[in-house]
């Protein structure tokens, strides 16, 4: 299930503009032309906000995320129409053809559940077309980032449209390696409404991630540091064998 930052109604409209930043997608669109990749799947779409910049570039893209509210989101966007939406994940997808499948920020580690992981590695090989590339990336746990997510690290004040004041931060809940939790509180405008979202992430090691990619008929081509967070992440290239 979704992370109620992308599942309430109330939360979701709010990711974008609390997260203007994502410079991070420039890597994918980097790979996306390097492969010359025409149509793509993006895993845990979100908000939508990369595959309507690939759409924009004139490439077929599906998005697919469990989220509606965060799919409600992306639908409203301009140039929605562009985009294949399917509300679900991995595990059940129509039959694709891509030349690329993406998971970009945390999606990878927010699938925590080790059965549904491997569901979506194997749905991911299945959407792919021989020769396609799977791309992701997942923090590396031996830097903790975990220690970081407090109050005082992450909480910021940012002015909305529409809704005033919004103050935000995280908070550590529980760290019981490979799983962390914490929570994300958001204070909104004059009347001080408290809403929370409460996510639970999964930390893989490198040798797990690659004999993951392994069971699930991929070659690791490459685990590339994250040109944005030099030192703190994997980035993985693998691919679908072609014949």
Known sequence: MADEMFRDPRLAPLYDPLDPDRSDLDAYL??????????????????GVFALLLAGRGIDVVGVDPARASLDVARGKPGADRVRWIEGDATALPPLRADLATMTGNVAQAIDDPDLWRGTLRGAYEALRPGGLLVFETRDPARRAWEEWTRASTYEVTELPGVGTVESWDDLVEVRLPLVTFRATYVLGPDGRTLTSESTLRFRERREVETDLTAAGFIVEDVRDAPDRPGLEFVFLARRPAP
């Open 30 to 47: 980097r790979i996306t032309e390097e492969t010359g990749a025409r149509q793509v799947l993006d895993i845990g779409c979100g908000t």
